[in-house]
Nanobody, 130 residues
Framework: QVQTVESGGGSVQAGGSLRLSCVVSGYTAGDQCMGWFRQAPGKEREGVAT????????YYGDSVKGRFTISQENAKNTLYLQMNSLEPEDTAMYYC???????????????????????WGQGTQVTVSS
């Protein structure tokens, strides 16, 4: 059974930092896209950052460029999201997802989450106060 488990969310003041982690277990990961998505109350879920685990290419939503960094630790099938300079607008439930496949377009997946079949976590809440 595939499991995707996020951790590291919490409450922080504006300007602060948080680091989210995600572990995917239950299958042998080969080439895939992994990524972070978020959903704020009353809004649709949006892509935050994705990574091509084959070549390490990373892609970011416009609102987080320069502030967030996505990274991976393949040996542990682990994904991270380092979030700096957090703003109240970053408040949301953050979801980790892994989309197995070959030669996937991880940049397109950032804006079209239904592009590929993916394993999703339950989410971790991030709250940023002003």
């Amino acid at each position: 059974q595939v499991q995707t488990v996020e951790s590291g969310g919490g409450s922080v003041q504006a300007g602060g930092s948080l680091r989210l982690s995600c572990v995917v277990s239950g299958y042998t990961a080969g080439d895939q896209c992994m990524g972070w998505f978020r959903q704020a109350p009353g809004k649709e879920r949006e892509g935050v950052a994705t990574i091509d685990t084959d070549d390490g290419s990373t892609y970011y939503g416009d609102s987080v460029k320069g502030r967030f960094t996505i990274s991976q630790e393949n040996a542990k099938n682990t994904l991270y999201l380092q979030m700096n300079s957090l703003e109240p607008e970053d408040t949301a439930m953050y979801y980790c997802a892994a989309a197995p496949g070959f030669r996937l377009l991880c940049d397109s997946w950032l804006t079209r989450e239904n592009l590929y079949i993916a394993y999703w976590g339950q989410g971790t809440q991030v709250t940023v106060s002003s």
